[in-house]
């Protein structure tokens, strides 16, 4: 995923609007330098998570054991063996809870040529056939140069998908739930439009064409929710409904203080959807390690391990929507 940078005009009076411009960015730089010095050096130990009693039948125990499991097949890029692998885990898993699984292979254009890509959807029937969608990435990012097992950003939603799956099981009461395992989110050279969420894109075109999309009512993705210092963002671009009933429900259930009040824009899989017209929203903890040096330090790194994320997290997001899942079809219910 990526920090969405608007673009800028220039033209005329170039030196003097660098030299302004150069003067405010530095401004700013140390003003909020000074402001998050703290913040920037050391991790806030009150958002290491911990969780009380049971609130639901999401177990992040069991979550962690598969992520565990998922984290011993190495770095599990696009088209990798350990990734068909993953793929062999994440449907048996599936299967084993009892849900349906859809495959949908494609081939994908690459900066480094053709890759093989495989999308996975559990389905969880509900009574309604109107589609709730969870989505999230299961590959994790190609590096060449040392070994990157994506902890976190790879694994750790994996492991919590499969677990929400076995904590809701096979059917429900309101909306079919669609467990969305994305392949190929990262970019193999740059992040752009064409280099970059590659399975959701495709998804999304397949939908169309199958005129399956219009029964998609609702997209949530995460992404990077393991992190053992645990604060999820704002989407600033989300619809207020959706944000609401997420942030009310961990407020409700102890969880406030993860669910940030500080917005980020973020590009994940949420945004072929997004573009699309269905409403969104991104899950994602974009300071992993809980400080601005500790995220340097691990996001897209070799330390992107198995130490830095914790049961606790995966449970707390788990709890969450898990029960937020039963305002959604609540609130999809009066717009009907
Ligand atoms: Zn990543």
Redesign the pocket.
């Known amino acids: 995923?990526k920090f969405r940078i608007p673009s800028e005009h220039q033209d005329g009076h170039i030196a003097m609007k660098i030299i302004l411009i150069g003067g405010i960015l530095v401004f700013i730089f140390l003003f909020f330098s000074a402001l998050t010095m703290k913040r920037a050096l050391k991790p806030d130990e009150t958002q290491r998570v911990t969780v009380g009693k049971h609130q639901t039948p999401f177990d992040g125990t069991r979550a962690f054991q598969d992520l565990e499991r998922i984290v011993a097949f190495g770095p599990r890029p696009s088209g990798s063996e350990a990734l068909e692998k993953t793929r062999d885990f994440i449907v048996r898993q599936l299967e084993a809870a009892g849900l349906s699984v859809r495959r949908f292979p494609f081939e994908a254009a690459t900066p480094i040529g053709k890759v093989n890509m495989v999308n996975l959807v559990g389905i969880i029937k509900g009574t309604s056939p109107d589609i709730i969608l969870i989505g999230n990435h299961y590959e994790t990012?190609l590096f060449t140069d040392f070994t990157f097992v994506?902890a976190n950003?790879?694994g750790s939603t994996t492991a919590w998908m499969l677990e929400m799956a076995r904590a809701i099981g096979p059917t429900r009461q309101g909306r079919t739930i669609w467990l969305c395992f994305f392949d190929g989110?990262?970019a193999f050279k740059t992040w752009s439009r064409e280099d970059s969420l590659y399975g959701s894109r495709h998804l999304v075109e397949t939908l169309k064409k199958s005129g399956e999309l219009s029964s998609v009512k609702t997209m949530i993705n995460v992404d990077m929710i393991g992190d053992a210092y645990l604060g999820i963002h704002r989407d600033p671009d989300a619809p207020k409904w959706l944000h609401s009933i997420i942030w009310d429900t961990a407020e409700r259930m102890g969880y406030g203080k993860h669910f940030s009040r500080r917005g980020m824009t973020i590009e994940d899989d949420h945004i072929p959807f997004r573009e699309a017209g269905i409403p969104t929203i991104e899950l994602i903890d974009f300071m992993y390690g809980g400080s601005v040096i500790d995220h340097q330090r691990t996001?897209?790194t070799p330390n992107d391990t198995l130490d830095k994320v914790s049961a606790a997290s995966l449970q707390a997001v788990g709890d969450v929507i898990y029960n937020a899942l039963f305002d959604i079809d609540a609130y999809l219910d009066t717009i009907k």
């Open positions: 995923m990012k994506g950003d790879g989110e990262e996001w897209h």
